[in-house]
């Protein structure tokens, strides 16, 4: 089974800093990996998706790669805002969806 | 819909009682997919629908656990006889296509709490 571990769990930073969320998967045979973001008592907002052929995915202030043989993924934020303060998920794609336990970020006006 | 739509966001039961959880998927969507989250973790997976069909149910964690989508559209997941331990967000998610390169939309959950 596949098994997704996120690093940091939390993550506290000043407004204006740049960040880097970490997610590694066991399994490499993976289909794409999506990161995500779940505000408190909300479901999961889909933010990029990268699929196994790509390295990476960018959107707005979002950066995500991919390494499949390394079974890694990083999510860049840049120029971080009070507003990206959320808990992050990344997910894996094999035969079905595995997630992370998530990065909770709180960004520091 | 425009979204994943979920009902009701929020829902209270005594223990031993039934529920019953809907999820309306984005239309047109060929895939549709429960999870389940417990506090402070990820989403764990419950089962996946390809139109009418269910062809995974291997996450769901007993028999008192039962998911249909007679239409291919709107699904329900039903637990009977709920327990303590089944507290938790249930989360439904949609894909457009049988194609895994297509990303999942998800809903905003129920969240259930059984006392």
């Known amino acids: 089974k596949q098994e997704v571990t996120q690093i940091p769990a939390a993550l506290s930073v000043p407004e204006g800093e740049n960040l880097v969320l970490n997610c590694s998967f066991t399994d490499s045979a993976i289909y794409n990996l999506q990161w995500f973001r779940q505000d408190p008592g909300k479901g999961l907002t889909s933010l990029l998706l990268?699929?196994?052929?790509?390295r990476e995915q960018t959107s707005g202030r979002l950066n995500a790669s991919l390494d499949k043989s390394s079974g890694r993924s990083t999510l860049y934020i840049a120029a971080s805002q009070p507003g990206d303060s959320a808990t992050y998920l990344c997910a894996a794609y094999t035969n079905n969806l595995f997630f992370g336990t998530g990065t909770r970020l709180t960004v520091i006006p | 819909g425009a979204g994943v739509s979920q009902s009701p966001r929020y829902k209270v039961a005594k223990r031993g009682q039934d529920v019953a959880l809907r999820c309306d998927p984005i239309?047109?969507?060929?895939?549709l997919f429960w999870y389940q989250q417990a506090l402070g973790q990820g989403p764990e997976f419950l089962t996946y629908f390809q139109n009418e069909a269910q062809l995974d149910k291997s996450g769901l964690p007993s028999d008192r656990f039962f998911a249909e989508r007679p239409e291919g559209s709107v699904s329900t997941l039903k637990i009977q006889r709920t327990q303590q331990e089944d507290s938790a967000v249930y989360l439904c998610?949609?894909?457009?296509?049988?194609?895994?390169?297509?990303?999942?939309?998800f809903g905003s959950g129920t969240r259930l709490t059984v006392v």
């Open positions: 990268i699929q196994s052929s790509q």
């Open positions: 239309s047109g969507h060929v895939s």
């Open positions: 998610a949609s894909s457009l296509s049988l194609d895994r390169n297509y990303g999942y939309t």
